[in-house]
Structures are given as structure tokens and as C-alpha cells.
């Protein structure tokens, strides 16, 4: 069994900055991409940033220059760094990892960490 954990989501004005956790625990045999997206009542959720396990990133045009996604593999962790924060980034930010294990291989979810930026 496989668990992502977040955390580091709160209420932050706009122009702040958040850091977001998530660190993968279970029968882990290795992790591939890593990632977080966010997802706004009413609509699906969409991708924010990921991270191959050899550092290569990928990030929403709408967080490019603002958002840093960073991962620890010896930890199973992947962050997610945001700053200049505005209005519309507020939403559920979600966790991904594509996992491996000794019978799986397949994507995972956290539950969710809400973040809401005010004005």
C-alpha cells in the first residue's frame, strides 16, 4: 500500500508565498514523475507542475516564473514552492507520484491541501 501525505497549504495574501509537501510512504520499490495539480470547485482538475526522478520539470503556463517544483528522492518527497501568489491560485492542490512497487505500477493521490490566497 502506497500513501501520499501533503502538507504546508493555509491562507496567505496575494503576493505571498506557500511551500507545499508531499512525501510518498509504503512498499515503495521506486517513484517516476512527481507532481502536483489543483483543482477549483466546478472544474476539472488540472496540471500545475511535475518533475522527473532525474530533475526534469514541467510546469502550467499560468505558474511559469512564479512556482518552483523541486523532489528529494532520497525522502520520496516533491515540493512545491509558491511565490507571488494571486487570487486565482486558489484551489485544492492535489499530489501525484507514478509508483512502483513489488506488484503495482501506477499513479497515486494525496488527498488534497487547500490554498487560499486572498486579496
Known amino acids: 500500500q502506497v500513501h501520499l501525505m501533503e502538507s504546508g497549504g493555509g491562507l496567505v495574501q496575494a503576493g505571498g508565498s506557500l511551500r507545499l509537501s508531499c512525501v510518498a510512504s509504503?512498499?515503495?520499490?521506486?517513484?517516476?514523475?512527481m507532481g502536483w495539480y489543483r483543482q477549483t470547485p466546478g472544474k476539472q482538475r488540472e496540471l500545475v507542475a511535475t518533475?522527473?526522478?532525474?530533475?526534469?520539470?514541467n510546469y502550467a503556463d499560468s505558474v511559469k516564473g512564479r512556482f518552483t517544483v523541486s523532489r528529494d528522492n532520497g525522502k520520496n518527497t516533491v515540493y512545491l514552492l509558491m511565490n507571488t501568489l494571486k487570487p486565482e491560485d486558489t484551489a485544492v492542490y492535489y499530489c501525484?507520484?507514478?509508483?512502483?512497487?513489488?506488484?503495482?505500477?501506477?499513479?497515486?493521490w494525496g488527498q488534497g491541501t487547500q490554498v487560499t490566497v486572498s486579496s
Open positions: 501525484n507520484a507514478w509508483v512502483v512497487t513489488t506488484t503495482t505500477n501506477r499513479p497515486y
Open positions: 509504503g512498499s515503495i520499490f521506486s517513484i517516476h514523475d
Open positions: 518533475i522527473t526522478s532525474g530533475g526534469g520539470t
